[in-house]
């Protein structure tokens, strides 16, 4: 496709075509291991200024592009950011994360609910994306991100993270009708959610659900993978080009129900080897992944061995080199550098 050769290496790689190496980027690459991040915190405190005001989100987005140039720049944001576009009001508390001032428990509450208007509800979404493709270029893939609906759905009925998911397990267990309209709802608005952040130029979304991995195999058939599908359906719709990645936290068992979502590409975490994941996952769909966030305090022989052992057993093709989660907050800032350059260096055998 002679039409796409301009594009980005990670879009590149992300629809399947042929390419020199694996892309690269970091989960939370914008983050609290990086210096310019924490001297910036200390000028806006609240993490919804953060995100919200679109010069510190944009800055905050390109601290991790201008030091290293990975092959991915997220927007910086947070997956429970809509939520009070569907009227559900939350805060970020440091050292903590969302907090949801009235948990979502009743009919009621979730008759009150609203589908998401992201041009009204967040006016910051368009102008963070639309400069974040200015300033890359076709020299990097600029990617959007969203909750998914079970995972938005623990943090809105818990109330804040949970260790047990006690309450949600709970209304699943003893009243799911209440859940299932509550999914339902989240999944439409997250959709529109997808949709906006492409037309404001995301070029892949990364769908977050990183609490299904608390439910056993039927649960997640039933509460997390039908509200997955209705997402990308309903994207695929309207924009059936854009790459849709799914990650799920602590999904070895989950791996070939994660493939039943739809999703383009799958994310695998670092309890799962690399080959394995490919074996079970077939040859239609794309891995992303998955080094241990915890490697990146090793050596850089170290770090080197372990990119290049999950650069080979994923194969030269569909593959976006990343952790299996998260960057660590305490990770050295030179150890990242070292993992974006040893990457960089590698080239597929023809
Ligand atoms: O620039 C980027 O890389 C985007 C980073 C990003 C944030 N939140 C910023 C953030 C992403 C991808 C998210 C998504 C998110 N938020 C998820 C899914 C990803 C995952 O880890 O599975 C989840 C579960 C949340 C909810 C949430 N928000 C948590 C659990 C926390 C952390 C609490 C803590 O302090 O450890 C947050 C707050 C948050 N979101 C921080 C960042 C950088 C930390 C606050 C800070 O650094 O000031």
Redesign the pocket.
Known sequence: MGVSSNDPLLLRAARGEQVDRPPVWM??????YMKA?RDL?EKYPS?RE?SEIPDVAIA??LQPWRAFQPDGV???????TPLPGMGIDMD?A?????IIFNPIRTQQQVDQLHLLEPDTALPFIKPILTSLREEVGNQSTVLG?V?APW?LAAYAVEGK?SKTYSVIKNMAFSDPSILHQLLKKFAESIAVYVRYQIDCGAQVVQM?D?WAGQLSPQDYDTFAVPYQKMVFDLVKQTHPNTPLIL?V?GSAGLLERMATSGADIITVDWTVDMADARTRLGENIKVQGNLDPGVLFGSQDFIRDRVIDTVRKAGNWGHILNLG??VLPETPEDNVRFFFETAKQITYLP
């Open positions: 989960m939370r690459q914008a983050g609290r991040y915190r993490f953060r905050v987005s997220i927007l910086f944001s947070d997956i429970v970020i440091e050292g903590k994360g969302p991100f909750g995972t993270g977050f990183s990650l936290t989660h998260g």
